[in-house]
């Protein structure tokens, strides 16, 4: 699959951004806001609301996590066969994702009540880790993992943004789902002998399926994988925010 080709989902959201560009200069009701829930997994995010029509917004979110341990390890080593690939595991990524939302409840003033809305994301995911293979009749080899994920996906998401005092709101994303394709890097660097070679190249060769399409290479340098797949996932948030 080509990587500059876009949905047309994807298609339409630009366009309306562009042809709203001129109200968003114009608009006066802005929200800041601090996500609260992706703190348990170490990841901080921060959102910017900004009202374009009466009942009408963008909102624009951007999340990030520094280098760390991969959260929820212990619950993640009993679905995995091979759990000593978490031990020295870690995880970084940055998220960028702008929506609509379109404010239904009746009675209510500008950005506040129930509202739904379609979105787009981007992600940029890396994960650090050693993996552990072992030569018939040798000792076990380790050889350092550096995995990077791209994605793209589109969606829909429903929540409901409410007052807690003259200025402060609470924004609870109740769900949204989304769908798209991802991009996948791994790249293992040490000296190889031709035995543990092959050994790896087996390994590699069990992986992917019909659905993910996977490309691999081993040399006497080290093993890398690349591979186009679908992605999917569902946005959940508690945000306190802010509006000047």
Do not use: C
């Amino acid at each position: 699959m080509n990587n500059n080709s876009k949905s047309p989902i994807t298609n339409w959201l630009i366009l309306i951004m562009l042809g709203l560009f001129p109200n968003l200069l114009l608009a006066q009701q802005n929200t800041v806001k601090f996500n609260l829930l992706p703190l348990v997994s170490k990841t901080f995010a921060f959102e910017y609301e900004r009202e374009i029509k009466p009942k009408m917004t963008v909102n624009a979110s951007i999340a990030f996590r520094g280098k760390s341990s991969v959260p929820f390890k212990d619950r993640l080593e009993n679905l995995i066969d091979d759990d000593k690939i978490l031990q020295d595991a870690t995880l970084s990524h940055f998220t960028f994702t702008p929506e609509f939302r379109f404010y239904t409840s009746r009675g209510s003033e500008g950005a506040r009540g129930f509202y739904i809305g379609p979105f787009i994301k981007y992600g940029k995911y890396n994960i650090q880790s050693n993996y552990e293979f072992e030569v018939e009749g040798e000792a076990p080899e380790n050889i350092p993992l550096d995995l990077d994920i791209k994605t793209w996906s589109a969606g829909f998401v429903i929540g409901s943004q409410f007052k807690l005092a003259k200025s402060v709101f609470m924004d609870f994303r109740i769900l949204g789902p989304h769908y798209g394709r991802s991009n996948i890097s791994l790249v293992g660097k040490k000296t190889l002998t031709p035995e543990e070679q092959e050994t790896l190249r087996e390994e590699l060769d069990g992986i992917g399926g019909d659905v993910i399409d996977v490309e691999t290479e081993v040399n006497g340098e080290g093993a890398s994988a690349k591979a186009k797949g679908p992605w999917a996932g569902i946005r959940v948030g508690l945000s306190i925010g802010y509006r000047f």
